[in-house]
């Protein structure tokens, strides 16, 4: 079955560490999100890419960075300088096209980050 | 820009009981509307979709109805269950082709 897949499930990161949040798809889709999810928010929006080798920033990028070197990877990298990293991430996924707006998003599991 | 507002949680019914869950949104042009669900400890699933005015999305006995007169598009369900559990998201796709959120509406069904 076509899907995203993130892992980790859970991820733990000491202080000054960086870590990378895995996201796959077998969609074939061209776009991938990243989000960030805190406790009784909505989701906000970190990164996006809409084409290989291309990404742009989403409204709270300070902190992280990502690549998108394959269509069907787009990792996010939680630098050491995101101070408030604890949160829920999720990656997503979407085809993109002209008059293709009302094409949903697919979600991943998502990974829950915390700081040690 | 674009914004959604949702009603704020949370909201326990019983079973069997009536759903409606609030959304209005703030946009340019013509988006296209979403309401996701997310149950504990997973992603979002889309429950379902409208993209054009007075279009109805439904999907498991929920519907909504996209109103552009009042800029609304409110989830509603005729009787809900316990495994209705799970937060309900609103959201939005405008012009610059991104999804909008609100902030969620955690809904608890009890038996």
Known sequence: ??????????LFRKEGQNVTLSCEQNLNHDAMYWYRQDPGQ????????????????????????????????????????????TAFYLCASSIVGRGRSNQPQHFGDGTRLSIL | ???VTQMEGPVTLSEEAFLTINCTYTATGYPSLFWYVQYPGEGLQ????ATKADDKGSNKGFEATYRKETTSF???????????SA???C???GS????????????????
């Not at chain 1, 079955?1 to 859970?10: A, L, M």
């Not at chain 2, 889309?46 to 979709?49: G, Q």
């Not at chain 2, 610059?96 to 609100?102: E, M």
């Open chain 1, 1 to 10: 079955d076509g899907g995203i897949t993130q892992s980790p499930k859970y």
């Open chain 1, 42 to 85: 909505g989701l906000r929006l970190i990164y996006y890419s809409q084409i290989v080798n291309d990404f742009q920033k989403g409204d709270i990028a300070e902190g992280y960075s990502v690549s998108r070197e394959k269509k069907e990877s787009f990792p996010l990298t939680v630098t050491s300088a995101q101070k408030n990293p």
């Open chain 2, 1 to 3: 820009g674009d914004s």
């Open chain 2, 46 to 49: 889309l429950l379902l979709k």
């Open chain 2, 74 to 84: 409110h989830l509603e369900k005729g009787s809900v269950q316990v495994s209705d």
């Open chain 2, 87 to 89: 937060v309900y998201f």
């Open chain 2, 91 to 93: 959201a939005l796709r």
């Open chain 2, 96 to 111: 610059a082709r991104q999804l909008t959120f609100g902030s969620g509406t955690q809904l608890t069904v009890l038996p």
